[in-house]
């Protein structure tokens, strides 16, 4: 039977009803459904699979029910799969998650009738080296930050671009984003906004204690390297804001394009500016 998978936001009300009812229409169109243990709290009228495990249950269609947030756990469970998400707003911005919940059966019915479109969104590579070797490495579709902890002080970075110096500074922190991240922190500390489309990664300094350093957009293809050379207890690497790393001086962050990239439907052509006036009051006075 083919499948469907279903990642859920904790603590929703509206799931109580509409995840029993999304497993029946679901089962009378044919598909099985597949609830992550969040969904698992709602019905027992499906199977229930760990996060991490959804993949190679080999899911046609991921649907998101939440937040920005969810969209960003399931985008990094699915990325190496590339199955595509539809991804419902139940949060609060919802910038990524643009489908508004009365209309969640349209939409299905208009991928079941393959009357949809695939938007390709870029992730970002990156690895943690430390003392000489890869410690860590993640996919992220937002951005990966390096922030400090607890202590109101700053930390020393270097940052070079394909092996060029491109800056050393004191800050808070660095922000790598991409294009769809430009709208989320990148964005709160002075990045620029960038349409999705654009094959570019963002590097944000974090608050730097400079007066003339600025954001900065480079190629997608661009190597990235960012050195931590002194911080404050605490300092953390953090991914998609959501997984975090306690970083070390002499730790290496590198970073690129990732090879992946997020698939997610939509049923007609993006809308990015609608979305930036909607969701960010942009543009208005």
Known sequence: MRRIAIISKPQKEELTTLLPELVLWL??????PILDPVGGNYTREARIVPRPELPAEQPELVIVLGGDGTLLAA????AKTGTPILSVNLGSLGFLTEVRLEDLYSHLEGWCESCHTIEARTMVHSELWRDGRM????EALNDVVISKGAIARMGDFRITVDGQLAAAFRADGVIVAT???STAYSLAADGPIL???VDALIVTPVCPHQLTLRPIVVHGGTN??????SIPDQTVLTIDGQEAIALRPEDEIRCRRSELTVKLVRLGPPDFFGVLRAKLKWGER
Not at 224 to 229: A, C, K, L
Request: net charge neutral; hydrophobic share 40%.
């Open 135 to 138: 410690h860590a490495e993640h």
């Open 179 to 181: 294009p769809t991240g």
């Open 75 to 78: 985008s990094r469970v699915f």
């Open 195 to 197: 349409v999705p489309a």
């Open 27 to 32: 089962r009378a169109r044919g598909f099985e």
């Open 224 to 229: 990235i390297v960012v050195s931590v050379e």
